[in-house]
């Protein structure tokens, strides 16, 4: 196997063509895996070093590897907060590809450890397996579980299968859009997009996440970034901004991206000075309904993790792995050592001794 590193954005571009070629033939595939979105993530979050890495079986491009140095130490998968699902974009031989970019970088880069963090379960059996080949060292903890609802009943089944009490609040919501002050306008072609994000940003501004910097309104990057993420998808009909208004003011928005019969709800918010009458509840209450009659959606993502919030529309969720990866040497095999001994004892707090001694070395140890 052949492996090119593009360590740049302009090179990158050259694989447009050849990148969703590769993930159109992979079973995890994800918007957050189209190069797309990835190309835009590059372009506006901040990083150290592009390390896209692409495996070739002769003349085939048969891999991707979408990965960055975070600092002068770290590699990690192409991610934050505004990214999900990351994993390696292998149309065969799978096992091999990844085996083949382990050997890569114990040859290859400067780095002191590997981190993958969200791999679903498959993957991290197989990064596991490759790792054993070597003598590099491995931590593999549980990751988050993200919420997700499947679209495979009809809208009054799946409204049965929530609690009384989830089921009373939806109905409520959805009559609540009956009132002639509220109404719901969708925004999903390119030449009606920007009107969609300048209602969003409106809304964003009045919103909690604008307290806590996480609004999409609270910084210059973040604006761009949703702002060029929906013109771009916006032109695949992968993005869909909709608007709840209170008369003529906006007053929630939910802002999803849709790729092969999943829907990601990316992004939500309201303006607090309507929190009395759930404007976020409306919202996505009918935005949910129309997904489960109107479209061929097999699931919809909520993204992250499970909340108090989005309990209250799902129990099901995907489990994912939190990998690290280590150079052999003394000060890392007594790390990888506390780490793994640590997922032992955690969920036994019974000897609290020994688990506040362990506590405290795994997180000493966790910031060397």
């Known amino acids: 196997m052949e492996i090119i590193k593009i360590d740049d954005l302009q090179?990158?571009?050259n694989y447009k063509g050849a990148?969703?070629?590769v993930l159109d033939k992979i079973d995890s595939d994800n918007i957050f895996l189209t190069y797309d979105f990835i190309a835009t993530f590059l372009k506006y979050f901040d990083y150290k070093e592009i390390i896209i890495l692409i495996i070739k079986d002769k003349s085939e491009i048969i891999g991707i590897a979408p990965l960055i140095k975070t600092d002068s130490e770290t590699i990690e998968f192409i991610r934050n907060g505004h990214s999900y699902?990351?994993?390696?974009?292998?149309k065969r031989n799978k096992e091999e590809v990844i085996e083949a970019v382990i050997k890569y970088f114990i040859e290859s880069e400067n780095w002191k450890k590997i981190v993958l963090n969200d791999v679903n379960e498959v993957s991290s059996?197989?990064?596991?397996?490759a790792i054993k080949k070597t003598n590099l060292l491995i931590t593999v903890q549980e990751g988050r579980i993200s919420p997700i609802i499947k679209v495979d009943k009809s809208w009054n089944d799946y409204l049965n299968s929530r609690s009384k009490k989830n089921r009373h609040h939806i109905k409520q919501y959805l009559k609540n859009i009956e009132n002639k002050d509220f109404s719901i306008t969708n925004f999903r072609k390119s030449e009606e997009i920007g009107d969609g994000m300048d209602a969003l940003?409106?809304?964003?501004k009045?919103?909690?996440q604008e307290r806590n910097?996480?609004?999409?309104?609270?910084?210059?990057?973040?604006?761009?970034?949703y702002q060029e993420l929906a013109k771009s998808s916006s032109k695949l009909d992968q993005v869909m901004i909709s608007i709840l208004f209170f008369k003529d003011s906006p007053i929630s928005f939910m802002y999803y991206l849709m790729f092969k019969n999943k829907f990601y709800t990316l992004k939500w918010g309201y303006d607090e000075k309507y929190m009395t009458c759930s404007p976020g509840g409306i919202l996505i209450s009918n935005v949910f309904k129309d997904i489960f009659e109107k479209s061929k959606a097999e699931t919809i993502d909520l993204l992250g993790e499970f909340d108090t919030f989005k309990k209250n529309w799902t129990d099901e969720g995907i489990r994912h792995k939190n990998i690290t990866i280590y150079k052999q040497n003394l000060t890392n095999s007594l790390k990888v050592f506390a780490i793994n001994h640590w997922n032992k004892i955690k969920d036994n707090r019974e000897n609290n001794i020994l688990?506040?001694?362990?506590?405290k070395i795994v997180n000493k140890l966790k910031k060397k």
């Open 206 to 208: 009045k919103s909690w």
């Open 201 to 204: 940003v409106e809304v964003s």
């Open 355 to 359: 688990f506040n001694f362990s506590w």
């Open 11 to 13: 090179k990158l571009e």
């Open 85 to 90: 699902e990351p994993d390696f974009i292998i």
């Open 125 to 129: 059996m197989l990064i596991k397996k």
């Open 19 to 21: 990148w969703n070629e």
């Open 213 to 225: 910097k996480s609004a999409i309104s609270s910084s210059a990057t973040l604006k761009g970034f």
